[in-house]
């Protein structure tokens, strides 16, 4: 719209096109990267949760570490009902 009005001429359009176009560029190819750690990083700590949970299952008396690992909180009710929320998330 600057340019139309003669506010700027057409090299410095040019310019700041070009270089908006890459900033567009860099922001795309940064969201790409955060996106690729963050699907990394969960694969890490399925991994270590899930070698948490075999180790639960093969033992009869489970260690305090191993549930405080494996369990992110309890609610406990009034009417004697209890919900454990597990860190691990099934993703099948």
């Given at each position: ?13 040019l ?12 922001n ?19 991994k ?45």
């Amino acid at each position: 719209m600057d340019m139309l009005k003669g506010i700027i001429d057409e090299s410095q359009y040019l310019r700041i096109s070009e270089n908006i176009k890459k900033e567009i560029d860099d922001n795309k190819k940064y969201i790409d990267n955060l996106k690729n750690k963050k699907i990394d990083s969960n694969k890490i700590d399925n991994k270590k949760i899930e070698k948490y949970i075999n180790e639960f299952l093969s033992l009869e008396n489970p260690t305090k570490e191993l549930i405080i690992n494996l369990v992110e909180k309890i609610y406990i009710y009034q009417d004697k009902r209890i919900d454990i929320i597990f860190t691990y998330k099934n993703t099948t």
